[in-house]
């Protein structure tokens, strides 16, 4: 079983920047085994949305929302990292990192972006 947790995220204004982490834990092979995580957002009342995602083969996506703004990126097998820049108030929710295809998720991390 994996595990994952992010962090990173907190109270900033329009405009602002903020780097978000997720770190998956447990079974060593199981990690190896991952393709593809992404992080996802979600507002209370809406639904789960897309944000980024990244595939060992390189391929990276994006939603349109975040494109130009966000950059997702990985050191390692088990650390994925996503560098918000130029925030606004839209992009509030609580930021879930993801194994693709998966149903194992983090518990989350808040960003709010406000004046």
């Known amino acids: 079983q994996v595990q994952l947790k992010e962090s990173g995220g907190g109270l900033v204004q329009p405009g602002g920047s903020l780097r978000l982490s997720c770190v998956a834990s447990g079974s060593i092979d199981t990690i190896n085994l991952i393709n593809v995580m992404g992080w996802y957002r979600q507002v209370p009342g809406k639904q789960r949305e897309f944000v980024a995602a990244i595939c060992n083969s390189g391929r990276i996506d994006y939603a349109d929302s975040v494109k130009g703004r966000f950059t997702i990126s990985r050191n390692n097998a088990d650390t994925m990292y996503l560098q918000m820049n130029d925030l606004k108030p839209e992009d509030t929710a609580v930021y879930y990192c993801?194994?693709?295809?998966?149903?194992?998720w983090g518990q989350g991390t808040q960003v709010t972006v406000s004046s």
């Open positions: 993801n194994v693709v295809s998966t149903q194992i």
